[in-house]
């Protein structure tokens, strides 16, 4: 499979679960502060959408040829530096990468309040990440 059917495929993917966590959106944050079923799906939605975004540019930067990255951060920092999305866009939207390291590995204990903040923030940025690279 080439690296532009890999993009269009976890492009599908990060569009999917990005729909499911629109659906949360909705709840209040008490919903999720004594449900954690719900906690779970959606701190496991936002990781693999984060990794969908981090596998898109990764593949991007590959097809480019362009420079390895030295950490996820910098795959968005890429694409801003070299157009592919718009510079501004990725200064801003870089840090998500942060997001997906603490949702996965721990680094710092957060409170749902955080995670719920990013339920009603980001996703406008996820699907403008999509568009830009279409």
Do not use: W
């Not at 959106?25 to 449900?35: A, V, W």
């Not at 990725?90 to 957060?110: E, M, Q």
């Not at 990013?118 to 999509?130: A, G």
């Amino acid at each position: 499979m080439r690296n532009s059917e890999k993009i269009v495929r976890k492009r599908e993917l990060f569009r999917e679960y990005t729909r499911y966590l629109r659906c949360f959106q909705p709840r209040p944050i008490q919903k999720f502060s004594n449900d954690f079923v719900l906690q779970g799906a959606l701190e496991r939605y936002f990781q693999l959408a984060i990794e969908c975004i981090i596998d898109i540019a990764l593949l991007i930067i590959a097809d480019l040829k362009l420079k390895r990255p030295s950490s996820y951060r910098k795959t968005i920092d890429i694409l801003g530096e070299k157009g592919v999305i718009p510079a501004e866009f990725a200064c801003y939207f870089a840090p998500v990468t942060g997001f997906r390291n603490i949702l996965i590995h721990g680094y710092s204990k957060f409170e749902m309040d955080e995670v719920h903040r990013h339920l009603q923030t980001d996703l406008d940025d996820f699907e403008k990440f999509s568009r830009y690279v279409v």
